[in-house]
């Protein structure tokens, strides 16, 4: 465990790893249902379009008022799509939605096969063919993955079905319906129970899309376990030297492209053996962790610390104002470092060489900085130690 000291400007605690999984989760079901959202509003134009030809159809071929009354009624759901098309735009999302679409839809369908049944056939509710799309709107409602939804759109199903052959059953041709294999309670039995189990089926959907991003979920938090220990150094949490190597790789041919400066700092602990051998190497591990701390609070968010091994540390100084800058840098992470340590009750004091090197002035290649500041910190370490010096060669 390390043990904590007064830091200078601390920085902000690194991520939790644990919260970042969540949130990926969270934003998994948040892109499926803007996914859902889109495939629903596609699908309803397309449903629209041929409704709406065949209303066409039996208003001016069947000259039927079922068409007419009908293309009046589809004016509805025409412009709730109409509307919900700004949202689908800018990807917002509209929770109420799949009711609205679901209950919209049934009751359109009820509606239509209501008027079928006055103006045509009171054998309508158990003989037309729309009746093949009651299970069609609770697939579409099954695919927005809510259970309420579905059990939601099932009831209502179920309940308009049978209250239009409630309302019709009396009217039944009495020389017609007894042929019809499906004009009886018993056949109207059948159908509610068709219904009320494909609507059971169904509730596998949301479950299944759970198990799966839930598992998706313990994979990103697998890898993102895996990325913090291949990356990050185990006892201060600082990036280790294959992070820094990526970052600065990363930040090289940015900073040839903008004609920025940055600078590399080479640090190595002075004094950190006595301490070891005087309280222990737990005590020097409680050491390293609160020179990491310091070295946080003092860099910006843009830098970099990474710590090489042992007692040594790497820092990357973004967007610096020439050796000026640099130094500047360097000199606030030695007045960082020199601020006494309580180990035992006993303050101690260390300090620190830091080379410098800095791009492009030096070098404006990556292993050519990293070597030039590790000579400048032997230079320092030769003439004194604690303190600061740039390379004495250059590209």
Not at 51 to 65: A, D, E, K, M, R
Not at 161 to 168: D, G, K, P, Q, R
Not at 269 to 278: E, V, W
Request: charged content about 20%.
């Amino acid at each position: 465990m390390c043990m904590e000291y007064p830091s200078v400007n601390p920085k902000p605690a690194p991520p939790d790893f644990d919260a970042l999984a969540t949130n990926i989760y969270e934003s998994l079901h948040h892109e499926e249902s803007l996914r859902g959202q889109r495939f629903a509003w596609m699908s309803h134009w397309y449903l629209y379009a041929l409704v709406l030809v065949f209303l066409l159809v039996v208003h001016f071929v069947q000259h039927s008022p079922v068409g007419t009354i009908g293309l009046a009624m589809l004016c509805v759901p025409l412009a709730l799509n109409a509307y919900v098309s700004r949202a689908v735009k800018i990807r917002q999302p509209l929770p109420w939605l799949p009711y609205v679409y679901t209950l919209t839809d049934l009751t359109f369908l009820t509606l239509y096969n209501a008027l079928d049944t006055y103006f045509n056939s009171a054998l309508t509710p158990v003989t037309t063919a729309t009746l093949l799309i009651y299970p069609i709107i609770l697939f579409m409602a099954a695919l927005r993955h809510d259970r309420k939804l579905i059990i939601l759109a099932t009831a209502y199903c179920v309940l308009a079905m049978n209250t239009l052959f409630v309302i019709a059953y009396p009217y039944f041709d009495p020389n017609v319906a007894p042929k019809l294999v499906c004009g009886n309670i018993e056949c109207q039995v059948y159908r509610t129970g068709y219904i009320i189990l494909f609507g059971g089926l169904l509730l596998i959907f949301p479950a299944t899309l759970s198990r799966l991003l839930g598992n998706q979920k313990k994979l990103f938090e697998q890898s993102l376990e895996h990325y913090s220990l291949a990356h990050h150094d185990t006892l201060t949490g600082l990036a280790n030297r294959r992070l820094f190597l990526k970052f600065l790789d990363k930040i090289l041919p940015l900073a040839k492209r903008h004609h920025h400066q940055f600078a590399i700092l080479y640090l190595d602990l002075d004094g950190f053996k006595a301490i070891n051998d005087t309280f222990g190497h737990e005590a020097g591990d409680q050491v390293l962790c609160e020179v990491a701390s310091r070295l946080q609070g003092v860099v910006r968010d843009s830098d970099l610390v990474a710590r090489f091994g042992g007692d040594e540390f790497v820092v990357i100084a973004q967007k610096v104002e020439g050796r000026a800058g640099a130094e500047m840098v360097s000199q606030r992470i030695l007045d960082a470092i020199h601020i006494p340590m309580r180990l035992h009750d006993r303050q101690v004091f260390i300090g620190t060489s830091i080379g410098i090197a800095l791009f492009p002035d030096d070098s404006d290649n990556a292993d050519r900085l990293l070597q030039l500041a590790d000579e400048a910190l032997y230079l320092v370490k030769r003439s004194g130690k604690d303190g600061s010096s740039f390379s004495e060669a250059t590209a």
